[in-house]
């Protein structure tokens, strides 16, 4: 009886975990063939055309699209971690009249729908004369409400306040304390935050979408939108632009998954 | 000193003032105008008739809000009954716990236009793996026009939602279990409570607040589906807005279109986003008033 709950159990996980996996499996090994050998049917076993898509693939606006992503996620995740963790150190570290005021204002923020801000932001960089140029999908992720939230709740958390005190005394001035002694001791926080901030600029697609329209300046998803035209009758390329397209977030993914989940899900779970 | 915080704030406050606030006041003050790309230069006010028409005689905002619902209701229970199992199976492994979290988690970090267009292969009319296996069981004789007809093309988006969403409800799951003290259950199998029993009497009311919290975070998320949704449709050679007959439109992708595609009408399309701010809100209201209510009575 025991045993055969345990052999249910271990089934009904392994089935599971291949419903995850069939969609992301599937779509490498059509990599590997030619589009007819697609359309004959369902077979797993991998084909020999994996370097003939990739060549077919690897256009010079794939690797525009490619560097345009890294640019923009590289860039906004690294300035929206600085600027949050200056703010939640701020809110965690300083004792000042307004402090709760701007901490339920950050929280505030996080429930506020991106979209509302669309048209104006739209707007407002056509002013500014930026819709040129990709500064527009960078400018948009630095003010990170959840960013500031995470910081603060981190900071109280696991930074001894005798640290910052005794290098007060020590004349270790604010900024001094803040980028020689607080930054290195909220490492782990600053990753998972850079983590987010990449992934989420990375999948971005609505923005870019009304923002973006020339094709020097497409970010990957604008560019995974085009593969349908660009790819008509050859799904062995589509499949292969695809694979490549999300390569870099899967790796990012496996290699830190530890760290992703818990930024994931923070903040949902409340003790 | 009193100087220092406001330092540390000041570039989070000014980027917050200069590329989210004042766009949304701004894009708040287009909402009671008609202003249009036609007429690019012109913004003349009309007061609420955007939103006066939304509430009251615009069919495809309300089509919008009913088909989350729809979607949801096809979604959310077969989201959470996976998540849930799925913890519970997990609660007592040992090996290779964080590697079945990692496969798991997997589809909810994917680009989501990038499964749009997967799920829009698998579900091809004509050689679509879907068909091709339902044929080759013998469940259905032709293949299912999966997404071109109106009955069918919600069936996906739902699918689509489920396989995105279910190893983050998991995971969440699998914090709430963790924080449940272990007394409890040997409390109810001295009183000689059942595995089932201890389930539905011990688990299922402590996991509540995940719960509430992954339907409402649901519900917010289904009226900002679009981009999964639109690439689906879109990679299977179909531009119509919403699908087949609009059956998966969203609000946001009704936003989308109006404010940036069907003429740029942006007056109206502002409009539309803050009644979908609206609706957030109160969602979030209802939210805050079930888990107020649940530590009242603890």
């Given at each position: 009886?025991?045993?055969?709950?345990r052999?249910?159990?271990?089934?009904?996980?392994?089935?599971?975990c291949?419903?995850?996996?069939?969609?992301?499996?599937?779509?490498?090994?059509?990599?590997?063939?030619?589009t007819?050998?697609?359309?004959?049917?369902?077979?797993?076993?991998?084909?020999?055309?994996?370097?003939?898509?990739?060549k077919?693939?690897?256009?010079?606006?794939?690797?525009?699209?490619?560097?345009?992503?890294?640019?923009?996620?590289?860039?906004?995740?690294?300035?929206?971690?600085?600027?949050?963790?200056?703010?939640?150190?701020?809110?965690?570290?300083?004792?000042f009249?307004?402090?709760?005021?701007?901490?339920?204002?950050?929280?505030?923020?996080?429930?506020?729908?991106?979209?509302?801000?669309?048209?104006?932001?739209?707007?407002?960089?056509?002013?500014?004369?930026?819709?040129?140029?990709?500064v527009?999908?960078?400018?948009?992720?630095?003010?990170?409400?959840?960013?500031?939230?995470?910081?603060?709740?981190?900071?109280?958390?696991?930074?001894?306040?005798?640290?910052?005190?005794?290098?007060?005394?020590?004349?270790?001035?604010?900024?001094?304390?803040?980028?020689?002694?607080?930054?290195?001791?909220?490492?782990?926080?600053?990753?998972t935050?850079?983590?987010?901030?990449?992934?989420?600029?990375?999948?971005?697609?609505?923005?870019?979408?009304?923002?973006?329209?020339?094709?020097?300046?497409?970010?990957?998803?604008?560019?995974?939108?085009?593969?349908?035209?660009?790819y008509?009758?050859?799904?062995?390329?589509?499949?292969?632009?695809?694979?490549?397209?999300?390569?870099?977030?899967?790796?990012?993914?496996?290699?830190?998954?530890?760290?992703?989940?818990?930024?994931?899900?923070?903040?949902?779970?409340?003790? | 000193?009193?100087?220092?915080?406001?330092?540390?704030?000041?570039?989070?406050?000014?980027?917050?003032?200069c590329?989210?606030?004042?766009?949304?006041?701004?894009?708040?003050?287009?909402?009671?105008?008609?202003?249009?790309?036609?007429?690019?230069?012109?913004?003349?006010?009309?007061?609420?008739?955007?939103?006066?028409?939304?509430?009251?005689?615009?069919?495809?905002?309300?089509?919008?809000?009913?088909?989350?619902?729809?979607?949801?209701?096809?979604?959310?229970?077969?989201?959470?009954?996976?998540?849930?199992?799925?913890?519970?199976?997990?609660?007592?492994?040992r090996?290779?716990?964080?590697?079945?979290?990692?496969?798991?988690?997997?589809?909810?970090v994917?680009?989501p236009?990038?499964?749009?267009?997967?799920?829009?292969?698998?579900?091809?009319?004509?050689?679509?793996?879907?068909?091709?296996?339902?044929?080759?069981?013998?469940?259905?004789?032709?293949?299912?026009?999966?997404?071109?007809?109106?009955?069918?093309?919600p069936?996906?988006?739902?699918?689509?939602?489920?396989?995105?969403?279910?190893?983050?409800?998991?995971?969440?799951?699998?914090?709430?279990?963790?924080?449940?003290?272990?007394?409890?259950?040997?409390?109810?199998?001295?009183?000689?409570?059942?595995?089932?029993?201890?389930?539905?009497?011990?688990?299922?009311?402590?996991?509540?607040?995940?719960?509430?919290?992954?339907?409402?975070?649901?519900?917010?998320?289904?009226?900002?589906?679009?981009?999964?949704?639109?690439?689906?449709?879109m990679?299977?050679?179909?531009?119509?807005?919403?699908?087949?007959m609009?059956?998966?439109?969203?609000?946001?992708?009704?936003?989308?279109?109006?404010?940036?595609?069907?003429?740029?009408?942006?007056?109206?399309g502002?409009?539309?986003?803050?009644?979908?701010?609206?609706?957030?809100?109160a969602?979030?209201?209802?939210?805050?008033?079930?888990?107020?209510?649940?530590?009242?009575?603890?």
């Open positions: 009886m025991k045993s055969r709950w052999f249910l159990k271990y089934f009904i996980i392994v089935l599971v291949a419903v995850s996996l069939f969609p992301l499996v599937s779509m490498v090994i059509m990599s590997t063939k030619t007819e050998e697609i359309f004959t049917g369902l077979s797993f076993t991998p084909g020999t055309h994996f370097l003939d898509n990739i077919t693939v690897l256009a010079p606006n794939f690797l525009v699209a490619y560097k345009n992503s890294l640019t923009v996620s590289i860039c906004s995740s690294i300035l929206s971690t600085l600027f949050s963790a200056m703010a939640g150190y701020a809110l965690s570290v300083y004792q009249k307004a402090r709760n005021t701007v901490y339920n204002f950050v929280l505030l923020t996080m429930m506020v729908p991106s979209s509302i801000a669309m048209i104006g932001y739209m707007n407002e960089m056509r002013i500014l004369g930026l819709t040129k140029s990709l527009p999908l960078i400018l948009t992720w630095l003010a990170s409400g959840f960013g500031v939230f995470w910081m603060c709740q981190y900071i109280t958390g696991s930074m001894p306040r005798e640290i910052i005190e005794s290098a007060r005394i020590d004349g270790s001035n604010e900024m001094n304390t803040f980028f020689r002694i607080v930054l290195p001791c909220v490492k782990p926080a600053l990753g935050q850079i983590l987010m901030i990449f992934l989420w600029s990375w999948n971005s697609y609505l923005m870019p979408l009304v923002l973006i329209n020339r094709a020097s300046n497409y970010t990957i998803p604008l560019y995974i939108q085009t593969l349908g035209n660009e008509v009758n050859d799904y062995a390329a589509r499949m292969t632009g695809l694979l490549l397209s999300i390569f870099p977030l899967l790796l990012a993914f496996m290699l830190g998954s530890k760290t992703f989940i818990r930024g994931l899900t923070a903040g949902a779970v409340k003790g | 000193m009193a100087k220092w915080p406001w330092i540390f704030l000041s570039p989070f406050i000014l980027s917050y003032l590329f989210m606030l004042y766009p949304t006041v701004y894009s708040l003050f287009v909402s009671f105008t008609g202003w249009t790309a036609a007429n690019i230069l012109e913004k003349p006010y009309v007061g609420f008739k955007n939103y006066i028409r939304i509430f009251t005689a615009d069919p495809l905002f309300w089509k919008a809000v009913g088909n989350t619902a729809k979607l949801m209701l096809m979604a959310m229970p077969l989201t959470i009954i996976a998540g849930l199992l799925m913890a519970v199976l997990m609660q007592n492994i090996k290779g716990k964080q590697m079945i979290q990692t496969i798991n988690f997997l589809p909810y994917i680009t236009i990038a499964i749009g267009l997967l799920f829009a292969f698998m579900f091809d009319w004509n050689v679509g793996l879907v068909n091709t296996a339902l044929v080759k069981i013998g469940l259905t004789d032709k293949n299912i026009n999966w997404l071109g007809t109106p009955q069918h093309a069936t996906v988006v739902a699918l689509m939602i489920v396989w995105k969403n279910f190893g983050y409800f998991m995971v969440l799951y699998m914090a709430g279990l963790s924080t449940i003290p272990s007394d409890l259950y040997e409390a109810a199998k001295v009183d000689g409570a059942n595995a089932a029993q201890s389930f539905f009497k011990i688990t299922l009311p402590m996991l509540r607040p995940i719960t509430v919290f992954v339907v409402i975070n649901g519900v917010i998320g289904g009226l900002q589906l679009f981009d999964e949704a639109q690439q689906v449709f990679g299977a050679g179909s531009n119509a807005v919403g699908g087949p609009r059956s998966c439109l969203t609000v946001i992708w009704y936003f989308y279109d109006t404010s940036f595609k069907n003429n740029s009408r942006y007056g109206y502002a409009a539309i986003a803050f009644s979908l701010f609206i609706i957030i809100a969602v979030s209201l209802i939210n805050v008033r079930v888990l107020n209510r649940k530590e009242d009575r603890l």
